[in-house]
């Protein structure tokens, strides 16, 4: 435990308080986890057909979409992450739910609707409209499962230190364990209900998500006499930092480096979400494209009424807590939300130790529906793009497919349990950026020029999938964040860092369309314009689509 945690009276009762209400705290986390897992049971009854398990059925309207997008899209990162970043960092923390709100517009602008219209399930669908089914279909599965394991480590993170402060484990190997169980309750997320059980899961948590940053919001405001100048003002004065601390350049503009991580970090979570496989294939649940436009303008409103909720629970806590307090519980700041919660309710009090439960709980539901929308995704891709097309030839049963589906959301989990072990002292805002950094490297490129560019080719998305894959991958390997840093690297006691970013969006992203670019030009394959002028047509009318 370290000297700040100890020196601190408020503290120290919180904790006394803590184990005290252990089993009420125990008792409601559990009641959340068993309306989930109820209602995924529930739907995964009426999941019998391929449709079902991949699209719901494409029975959900605009509003449910919508709701089920910022379920999916308000992740760990957002809640626990992004708090965090701002209690620590101030304005530069800011810059994360600025960055992970105004990339909805590349999503409603450019991928949107075209992609509804274009695909059944995944992302492979659109590329092998136009282009050789298998090598394809094959990259296109590759990338998803690898951009959905950096997601998913992330969650897992977020899920260590949540359930760790509530049930006072303090040990690696108790976090390890902790890990553990939640990615095979992921598992049995997906396997049973499939994308109708992940859907309403999804549908639910939002809900509970929002209500409890309006709780924690105006909890914090009352306390500050709804005088934000005030709160802003506290903040400052306790982070150390002073009026800096409300100002950009704490994390980001103290060197020349920082500045471009910056730019890098800034670029990828703009350009992040539209490539991300677990947000493309809700786009697929509704019935039609215009539904899946309405979808995500639903979803901006929500997901941007929640980040205007970060500013008060980030600086809330760092102006009730202070960044030593927090730093305490989880150097990444992951816990700072939760810690808010127990001293907006009564540090020592039963009200703190039921809303420490409570966000706690609504938290964890939080990453049990993200990475049951991850899972689903990459396991979709396996089974329909990998499994049914490449292997099978698009000879499997759809029984087949949905076997081979879940077979590979168990092995998913088994990987992302391996990793998540590792990236648990890791700030979770900071390893979903990475994953937007992959998908905006390997997927954005090739989907943008499989819809809106008649000369790309097989070998065209082939070099911009692998490259931008290879490329941003093989960078965050050698970044501050896998070595080098002794409390929040991957691997501690190491270093091996030599890439200086922590962010590789951008070298990655623009190398992502560049090889697109060139491996087109190079081809000596003819681009087939008759089916770049169906695709066209499809993807813009909507004509002929599933």
Not at 222 to 243: E, M, P, Q, R, Y
Not at 316 to 344: F, T
Not at 438 to 464: C, D, E, H, M
Not at 490 to 502: I, R, S, Y
């Amino acid at each position: 435990m370290s000297a700040a945690y100890q020196s601190h009276p408020a503290l120290q009762l919180a904790a006394s308080s803590t184990t005290e209400h252990r089993p009420l705290i125990i008792t409601l986390f559990a009641v959340f986890v068993a309306a989930t897992l109820g209602i995924t049971v529930w739907a995964g009854r009426q999941t019998k057909s391929a449709s079902d398990f991949y699209a719901g059925g494409r029975q959900f309207t605009a509003f449910q979409n919508g709701l089920a997008v910022s379920g999916d899209y308000m992740s760990a990162a957002s809640f626990l992450g992004i708090a965090g970043a701002i209690a620590l960092f101030g304005y530069d923390g800011f810059l994360y739910s600025i960055g992970f709100l105004v990339a909805w517009l590349v999503a409603l602008l450019l991928v949107a609707e075209p992609l509804r219209n274009s695909g059944r399930y995944t992302m492979g669908d659109v590329l092998a409209y136009r282009m050789r089914q298998r090598p394809v279909r094959t990259a296109s599965g590759v990338s998803t499962i690898i951009v959905s394991i950096f997601y998913l480590l992330a969650q897992m993170a977020g899920a260590g230190v949540l359930v760790s402060l509530l049930l006072g484990i303090t040990s690696d190997a108790g976090k390890i364990l902790i890990v553990a169980l939640v990615g095979v309750l992921m598992i049995v997320y997906v396997t049973i209900g499939g994308m109708k059980g992940t859907t309403w899961v999804q549908m639910v948590k939002a809900v509970l998500l929002i209500a409890g940053a309006l709780l924690m919001t105006f909890l914090v405001l009352l306390k500050f006499n709804f005088n934000i100048s005030d709160l802003l003002g506290t903040a400052a004065s306790k982070s150390g930092h002073g009026v800096a601390f409300l100002e950009p350049g704490l994390k980001y503009g103290a060197t020349g480096t920082s500045k471009l991580d910056f730019l890098s970090l800034g670029i990828a979570l703009v350009l992040g979400t539209a490539g991300l496989p677990h947000i493309l294939i809700r786009f697929y649940t509704v019935p039609t494209a215009k539904a899946a436009r309405k979808s995500v303008n639903w979803a901006i409103g929500i997901i941007g009424a929640f980040y205007l909720m970060t500013i008060a629970l980030g600086f809330g806590a760092a102006a009730l807590i202070g960044p030593d307090e927090i730093k305490a519980k989880n150097p990444a700041g992951n816990a700072a939300a939760p810690q808010l919660a127990e001293y907006l309710g009564g540090v020592g009090s039963t009200g703190g130790a039921v809303l420490l439960a409570v966000i706690s709980a609504v938290a964890f539901a939080t990453i049990l529906a993200v990475v049951a929308g991850l899972t689903l995704a990459s396991s979709s891709s396996f089974a329909h793009d990998i499994y049914a097309n490449v292997i099978r030839k698009g000879k499997a049963t759809e029984k087949e497919e949905m076997r081979a589906a879940r077979w590979a959301t168990v092995l998913i989990g088994a990987v992302a349990i391996a990793l998540g072990a590792f990236a648990r002292d890791m700030n979770v805002a900071g390893l979903v950026a990475l994953a937007f950094a992959v998908a905006a490297s390997a997927n954005l490129p090739t989907i943008l020029y499989s819809l809106f560019w008649k000369r790309f080719t097989t070998q065209g998305a082939l070099w911009s999938i692998y490259g931008g894959l290879a490329s941003s991958v093989f960078l965050v390997l050698f970044s501050p964040v896998v070595s080098g840093n002794p409390k929040t690297s991957m691997f501690k006691g190491v270093d091996f860092a030599w890439f200086p970013l922590e962010n590789p969006g951008l070298i990655s992203i623009p190398l992502g369309f560049l090889l697109g670019w060139i491996g087109s030009l190079l081809s000596k394959e003819e681009p087939d314009k008759g089916k770049y002028a169906e695709l066209e047509v499809k993807s813009l009318t909507g004509v002929g689509a599933h």
